[in-house]
């Protein structure tokens, strides 16, 4: 049988970076076999003429917590044929541990019965990193910004209302509480009303109402007596 190529890939995480994949076929019949391409022999940390794949060796680099699952996937399609996708960790021969993705096919030949198992692995690895990486960023830059519109907010009370710092928080969070808003919420429109030329005049009436949903009386509790 002629090598296997090796297939494109593209991860919108990684850009121009080609993700690692490779491509397989199991042979049943006539003669059983396991072929690699050198991207299946790269995923597995060996370079073509290390080792010669085997089911058996396959299934030895699956990760021991997903081994069995992946068997009797594997089984089930060599029986029956059909499509089968799988989302595993591998182990490689170097210790390396990579969540790969893996996708194929049971080929039924003329009696109906499976003949071979194609798919590819693609290495998600790197991937899922870049993009964890991103939303941890995002994170905390979305933090950050919320606590600088809260911040802002606070300074425009303590301006407008001579309060302190203290005080002017703990006026925008009864605010948000009787509104049943977020926090950010009532900051940012307050923050909006002061930036803005046009509505700026509707800035004090926005502070008295702030003021005015912080006192006790009109906090939704029932008045003493």
Same mark, same amino acid.
């Given at each position: 049988m002629a090598e296997l190529s090796d297939l494109y890939t593209y991860s919108s995480a990684l850009g121009d970076s080609e993700s690692d994949a490779g491509i397989f076929k199991v042979e049943m019949e006539p003669a059983p076999g396991v072929h690699w391409s050198d991207?299946?022999? @790269? *995923? #597995?940390?060996?370079? @073509?003429? +290390? /080792? /010669?794949?085997?089911?058996? *060796? /396959?299934?030895? #680099?699956? #990760?021991? +917590?997903? @081994?069995e699952r992946c068997e009797e996937i594997v089984v089930q399609v060599a029986k029956s044929g059909g499509f089968f996708c799988m989302y595993h960790r591998v182990v490689d021969a170097r210790g390396r541990t990579r969540r790969v993705l893996t996708s194929g096919e049971g080929i039924l030949g003329t009696d109906g019965s499976v003949v071979a198992l194609e798919g590819v692995m693609v290495d998600l690895s790197r991937t899922l990193q870049r993009e964890t990486e991103q939303t941890a960023r995002e994170a905390v830059a979305g933090a950050t910004a919320t606590r600088t519109v809260? +911040?802002?907010?606070?300074?425009?009370l303590m301006g407008q209302l001579k309060l302190g710092s203290d005080d002017a928080f703990q006026m925008l969070v009864s605010a948000s509480s009787r509104r049943n808003v977020k926090l950010v919420v009532v900051a940012a429109e307050l923050v909006q009303l002061a930036n803005s030329p046009e509505a700026r005049n509707y800035l004090d009436r926005a502070v008295r109402a702030i003021q005015l949903h912080a006192r006790p009386d009109h906090t939704g509790g029932r008045r003493a007596g």
């Open positions: 991207g299946m022999f @790269r *995923l #597995h940390g060996y370079q @073509r003429g +290390d /080792v /010669v794949p085997t089911l058996e *060796l /396959v299934f030895a #680099h699956k #990760h021991p +917590d997903d @081994r809260i +911040d802002q907010a606070r300074g425009i």
